[in-house]
């Protein structure tokens, strides 16, 4: 491994994934990105949100989305990997979750990416679609997934 991409969310599941993929990296003196995509849904619900708020000319843009999601993945990457001796550049997206982190890892150049998975029947994954999955049979290199 050489430059590892950890998919960053909300889950304790993902803080946990995020440390084990800091140690991983700090043991072979591997690269580290932390990467937090912000869908298109949620950014448009916070706009909506925001927009909604009477007597106050609030917008929500697409830079502040992207800013968020880079912020947030700096504090989980603060928060869980103090006192993990390696180096990580935080990443922000906006977007689909499967097609950025698909992009952010060939940009990149990572060679391994972390995952916090869904547990999902094969049913379940065929009528919603999984990301994790779709990262597994598209991403040309290992791909750690963590269910909780």
């Avoid at 106050?56 to 504090?75: H, L, N, P, S």
């Amino acid at each position: 491994m050489d430059h590892a991409l950890a998919v960053v969310d909300a889950t304790e599941t993902a803080k946990e994934l995020v440390r084990e993929a800091g140690e991983l990296a700090a043991g072979v003196d591997a690269e580290l990105t932390l990467l937090h995509v912000t869908t298109e849904d949620e950014y448009q619900d916070k706009a909506d949100a925001m927009a909604a708020i009477p007597d106050v000319d609030a917008t929500y843009t697409f830079e502040q989305a992207v800013d968020g999601a880079e912020r947030f993945a700096d504090d989980v990457g603060r928060s869980v990997l103090d006192g993990v001796d390696v180096s990580y550049d935080a990443v922000g997206r906006l977007g689909d979750r499967g097609d950025t982190v698909l992009d952010v890892a060939r940009e990149s150049g990572a060679d391994h990416v972390f995952v916090a998975g869904l547990k999902r029947s094969p049913t379940g994954k065929a009528l919603f679609g999984d990301v994790t999955q779709r990262i597994i049979l598209d991403f040309d290199g290992a791909v750690t997934v963590v269910t909780s």
